[in-house]
């Protein structure tokens, strides 16, 4: 029998949650949220996949109060972290694979440095697929795998990425997706 090191994890998800309180974290919260809020303009509901600590959407719930923004999350530990930031975000627990939703329902599904941590990128594509609205869109953040930050943090031992990541392609990334999703 393994025995998970729980203050190991403990530690790896508030390292995870501290990043956007550092001043390179808020940079890059800055810009995200540029995009977020561009990319979104006109949708009314849409589904945060993989929200982690819900820092952008906290964000985007006070900046637009008229969004209606779903956010589903695996970790029970990060959905903790999340409920601290705000108690009026709609979280669900659930993993990207079986979404616990029903169909055709989202203006805009997104993910934000997270698809690059789901295993199985086919069945979430396709379940992205299915909650989307006909004719909506999908939008993806993925890390660079490449930049310095990435390069540093993956090769700590006690990084979140590390020990989370699934997949470090993003040209292999983008093909699967294309499969999918018409990129534009």
Known sequence: ?????????????????????????KTILEKELLILNRELWGCKRVLSIGCGPAVHESQLIKVNPNLDVISIEPSNKMLKEAQQ??????????????????????????????FEFIKDSINTL?????????????????SNFKSWYFQIEHAESNSYFESKIEHFDNAKLEEVIAKYFTKF
């Open 1 to 25: 029998m393994i025995k998970i090191n729980n203050e190991n994890e403990n530690q790896k998800t508030k390292n995870y949650s501290d990043f956007y309180t550092t001043k390179f974290g």
């Open 85 to 114: 930031l705000s108690k009026d975000m709609k979280l669900l627990q659930g993993i990207a694979e079986q979404l616990p939703l029903k169909n055709h329902i989202f203006d805009c599904v997104y993910f934000i440095t997270s």
């Open 126 to 142: 396709k379940e992205t697929s299915r909650v989307l609205k006909p004719g909506c869109n999908i939008l993806l953040l993925i």
